[in-house]
């Protein structure tokens, strides 16, 4: 079955508007870029109900089809749920189907029965991620390897994901393309004084609270400074969450604990107006949140390892632990002329690197691709010479 319009799908997230994550943000951002150029677009919108009466729906939003699909069920079992059903809708639609994650990936193997394209951004190594037990690591492990052959084309966001992928499939299966932002040169400061914080007075985490983002050292190394200055932790806290309990303990009250924050405007200026960004990711590719980071030009405090140093590059000062992260606070607290250096830095390395208009024409290079389609003859996009906004 063929269109005469090219046409995607784009599976694996909870839906647009976003309203969660960064697949999300990226599903909404790729599904607006590609329908401005002439694509027929479709994104799968989970709809969790407590009883399904119409098990999938349409609506248009701004040019864009979003297909929602009802699911009853609760926490991981509806996930899976979520992604068998849009699996079976697809394979009935024409088009590229763009997964983005590979957790319920033995499903593609249908959409491959039905003869379908599909390109899958692997994203990270989750089954490597510490808080996961055995069946679930082993559950991931598997999935990851259904993924990386179902798909016809696979995505790594990073350099050291594409190595990973590279055991799994031939380099030339996989296309290596980072996440984006967009410049922010300017941000309202009443977000941060509703905090009770001064502009320029404060170092900012933003990041899901778990053992390997190294939240808990983060804190414990800052509450062992003695300056006048605070530690935004930006995420959610639940009391019933061991390792949530330890942070609130170890925090004094120059940490301020404002919970996950979903206002993308709010977050923004608090990123803006911050001294340093703390980044303690161990796991993972490209992060949204570290990439955001740079493309506001903050300094960076960041776990070192292979994934950070590559996104961060001379934007970044790393620690391996909790007294090298106090010594590098000290430095970002410390060194006017460094903590400039490092921001300057992070916006040249995200003009460099994470322009979304770069990242959204690769994915439709790969798109087109897997259409059996040249994408020499489309539409341009206009790029800013270096350095402007």
Not at 12 to 22: N, Y
Not at 170 to 191: K, L, N
Not at 300 to 306: F, K, S
């Amino acid at each position: 079955m063929k269109s005469a319009t090219p046409t995607i799908l784009i599976l694996g997230t909870r839906g647009i508007p976003a309203a969660h994550g960064g697949f999300e943000t990226f599903a909404e951002r790729l599904a607006l870029f590609l329908v401005a150029r002439g694509w027929k677009v479709g994104v799968y919108c989970q709809d969790e109900v407590e009883r399904i009466d119409r098990r999938v729906r349409t609506e248009t939003w701004k040019g864009i089809e979003l297909i929602h699909v009802q699911v009853a069920s609760k926490g991981p079992r509806a996930t899976l749920e979520f992604d068998w059903q849009c699996v079976l809708d697809a394979a009935r639609r024409p088009g590229v189907c763009l997964v983005l994650g590979y957790n319920g990936a033995v499903f593609l193997t249908w959409l491959r029965l039905m003869r379908r394209k599909i390109v899958t951004n692997m994203d990270g190594i989750e089954w490597r991620r510490p808080k996961w037990g055995m069946a679930a690591r082993t559950w991931f492990w598997l999935n990851e390897w259904i993924g990386a052959w179902a798909s016809h084309r696979l995505v790594a966001d990073h350099p050291v994901i594409a190595d990973h992928l590279a055991t799994r499939r031939p380099r030339s299966a996989i296309a290596t393309i980072t996440y984006g932002a967009d410049p922010v040169t300017a941000a309202p400061e009443e977000p941060v004084r509703a905090l009770g914080l001064e502009p320029g007075r404060y170092l900012i985490s933003i990041a899901r609270i778990e053992p390997d983002n190294n939240i808990l050292p983060i804190v414990e190394a800052f509450c062992g400074q003695k300056r006048d200055m605070k530690l935004v932790v930006l995420g959610t806290l639940s009391p019933d969450i061991p390792y949530h309990a330890a942070i609130r303990k170890a925090a004094n009250a120059s940490v301020v604990l404002p919970g996950a924050i979903y206002d993308q405007a709010a977050v923004k200026a608090l990123r803006f107006h911050a001294r340093a960004y703390l980044h303690g990711h161990t796991v993972g590719g490209t992060n949204p949140s570290l990439v955001e980071a740079l493309a506001a030009g903050n300094m960076v405090i960041a776990h070192d390892n292979p994934y950070n140093r590559w996104t961060a590059g001379a934007a970044a000062i790393f620690f391996t632990d909790r007294q090298s992260c106090a010594e590098r606070m000290q430095q970002a607290l410390d060194d006017d002329a460094l903590v400039k250096s490092c921001g300057a830095a992070a916006r040249a390395r995200a003009d460099e690197a994470f322009r979304w208009d770069d990242v959204l024409l690769a994915y439709e290079t790969e798109a087109y691709r897997l259409l059996g389609v040249s994408a020499a003859g489309a539409v341009p996009v206009d790029r800013p010479s270096p350095g402007a906004v």
